[in-house]
């Protein structure tokens, strides 16, 4: 990790611990977890399963994408320090345990599904000692042994949820409820305004638009995206996987978005014209799980911050904090009921049930390429 992004990382935790005069979700839906984030781990033991554990935790993922008060109560409970270090995508994720060849430096990381038999099958990570993990039994039975790893030998969950758009009604004014209109906001309500994951998913919504799997093979749709790339790409900002500072800031007035960094950006903002769309016909349905990389220096770290997070209390305390769902049983009971009854955390049934998982066949390439080139045509 750089020393720039240590410094951002030190001011979110110090900002998130206390205050920084900003209401917001930290602020107004975290009260609750925040009251027992350091009770818990003292009380119930659940920072450390057996043994002492090394001073040190080195762990890679999404920004924004722990609580920094259950970082704080961990390290208290373990008398260690945990150093995160962030990553745009999960190909960036890869392409660095593959370069590194066993000497990344991280003990532990974290993908979304389609990359874990890829990482299995590369020998770039190894397999958990469930000894060191009891907590792994409150797994929702649903979320446990993936069809990736049937017997969570290499993983076990981190979060779960969908991915939408979200925009600003002031600028956008037409009917938004598909990605059809999705494409058509970028072509004119929003042009110039428009923020699309850093990730070949920016790409899905125009499958998806026409009803059409993003994991197609079939020829005439890839050759249909590759073309419609080409003319969309001068009404793009950015691509940006975390875009909650720009569509807070308003700079951004349309974004494809994960469904927790939609909160966050409806809460940072106080923006009462912020809205956002769980798209039909088809979006994403994703499952990221947490990995031990090979040559982890710290593995008894790594072993207890799972088992510490894989706890109900401390998974309700992420939840609040991340808006993303959580795989462990009875999480919920611990939750505010505004939480607990926020849609933007817990998609509809209706709408998980349409979803599709991203799926790393024969054609992900083609769609990495096709992205590069969608980039090349916003100029960015």
Not at 34 to 49: C, D, E, P, Q
Not at 223 to 231: F, I, N, S, W
């Amino acid at each position: 990790m750089s020393m720039a992004d240590w410094m951002v990382f030190e001011r979110r935790r110090l900002w998130a611990r206390h205050g920084a005069g900003r209401l917001s979700r930290r602020g107004l839906l975290r009260g609750a977890a925040a009251l027992g984030a350091g009770a818990a781990a003292t009380r119930f033991g659940i920072g450390r399963a057996h043994a002492a554990i090394e001073s040190q935790l080195n762990m890679m993922g999404w920004a924004d994408y722990i609580s920094p008060d259950d970082i704080a109560a961990w390290e208290k409970e373990n008398s260690a320090k945990l150093v995160y270090d962030s990553y745009a995508s999960n190909d960036e994720m890869y392409s660095k345990l593959q370069l590194a060849g066993g000497n990344s430096g991280y003990d532990l990381g974290m993908n979304t599904d389609f990359m874990i038999a890829l990482l299995i099958k590369s020998g770039l990570i190894g397999k958990y000692d469930k000894s060191l993990v009891p907590n792994a039994a409150n797994v929702r039975p649903e979320i446990a042994h993936p069809e990736f790893d049937p017997e969570n030998a290499y993983t076990l969950p981190k979060s779960w949820g969908s991915e939408g758009f979200i925009y600003d009604k002031t600028v956008v004014k037409r009917e938004m409820k598909t990605w059809g209109d999705f494409l058509a906001a970028i072509r004119e309500d929003a042009s110039g305004r428009v923020s699309l994951l850093d990730d070949p998913l920016a790409i899905a919504p125009i499958f998806w638009s026409k009803g059409v799997s993003w994991n197609t093979t079939e020829e005439s749709a890839i050759k249909d995206v590759d073309a419609t790339v080409a003319e969309l790409g001068k009404h793009i900002k950015t691509f940006n996987s975390y875009p909650v500072t720009d569509v807070a800031a308003g700079t951004v007035a349309l974004a494809q978005i994960w469904n927790g960094n939609a909160r966050q950006s409806i809460d940072q903002s106080k923006n009462a014209n912020l809205v956002f769309v769980y798209p039909g016909p088809i979006s994403e349905a994703w499952l990221d799980s947490y990995h031990l990389p090979m040559g982890g220096q710290h593995p008894k770290a790594a072993h207890s911050w799972v088992n510490y997070v894989l706890d109900p209390k401390v998974a309700a305390q992420e939840i609040t904090y991340t808006g993303f769902l959580s795989p462990v049983s009875g999480a919920e009971t611990h939750l505010d009921p505004k939480v607990a009854s926020d849609p933007l955390i817990f998609p509809p049934a209706d709408v998980m049930k349409r979803n599709e998982r991203t799926l790393r066949n024969e054609t992900y390439d083609r769609r990495i390429q096709i992205l590069t080139k969608f980039k090349a045509a916003a100029a960015l």
